[in-house]
């Protein structure tokens, strides 16, 4: 059964950073590609960053320049370094996983506010 837990949301000020994780078991990590979305209240979950099992990278505009997405195949570990943050970076943050097979898992989401 494959499993993803996200961390290291928390409240940050605005033009702070913070660093998300996203944590995988059941599943071949290292083939994996993984993304983040995220969701503002009253509003849809929108695409954010995603890492392919070759880690190439891909990001919304809203986010590009601000954001990094790594992976650390040895930890079954993918993270989203943020800097630069702004109030409208504020939203719940998921990790979505596609295995080897296509087949896609989403984790619980973890909270990201930016507020002075």
């Known amino acids: 059964q494959v499993q993803l837990v996200e961390s290291g949301g928390d409240l940050v000020q605005p033009g702070g950073p913070l660093r998300l994780s996203c944590t995988a078991s059941?599943?071949?990590?290292?083939?994996?590609?993984i993304q983040w979305y995220r969701q503002a209240p009253g509003n849809q979950r929108d695409f954010v960053a995603s890492i392919t099992s070759a880690s190439t990278t891909n990001y919304a505009d809203s986010v590009k320049g601000r954001f990094k997405i790594s992976r650390d195949n040895a930890r079954n570990t993918v993270y989203l370094q943020m800097n630069s943050l702004k109030p409208e970076d504020t939203a719940v943050y998921y990790c979505?996983?596609?295995?080897?097979?296509?087949?896609?898992?989403w984790g619980q989401g973890t909270q990201v506010t930016v507020s002075p």
């Open positions: 979505k996983l596609f295995d080897y097979q296509g087949r896609a898992y």
């Open positions: 059941g599943t071949i990590f290292r083939l994996s590609t």
